[in-house]
């Protein structure tokens, strides 16, 4: 991430992002385009994986339902199940 957008992550300005990733020992490159890429940590990782989440609650929504999906079609192919199941769209899938 450049530092304007880990800035924007944290709430700071970017002199502010710039001297905290320094403080944590972060990996920084100068990229092509001159900016400087900064490797994010763990849990500065998690902040961006949790604003992502955040932003858009459809998306987050739909990513849910695909992971619920695939619960559903692992339990049954475990258990021998073989049925066709319709989505929405009248698309079959067979689990």
Not at 30 to 37: P, V, Y
Not at 41 to 47: G, I, V
Not at 58 to 67: D, F, G, T, Y
Not at 80 to 91: A, C
């Amino acid at each position: 991430m450049t530092y304007r957008e880990i800035a924007e992550m944290l709430g700071c300005d970017a002199d502010t992002a710039r001297a905290t990733t320094i403080q944590r020992e972060l990996d920084r490159k100068k990229s092509r385009d001159g900016l400087t890429r900064v490797k994010l940590d763990p849990e500065l990782t998690a902040r961006f994986i949790s604003m992502i989440r955040n932003a858009d609650a459809a998306l987050n929504q739909a990513v849910q339902e695909l992971r619920n999906m695939h619960e559903m079609m692992a339990r049954r192919a475990r258990s021998g199940g073989h049925s066709t199941i319709y989505d929405d769209g009248g698309f079959a899938v067979s689990g």
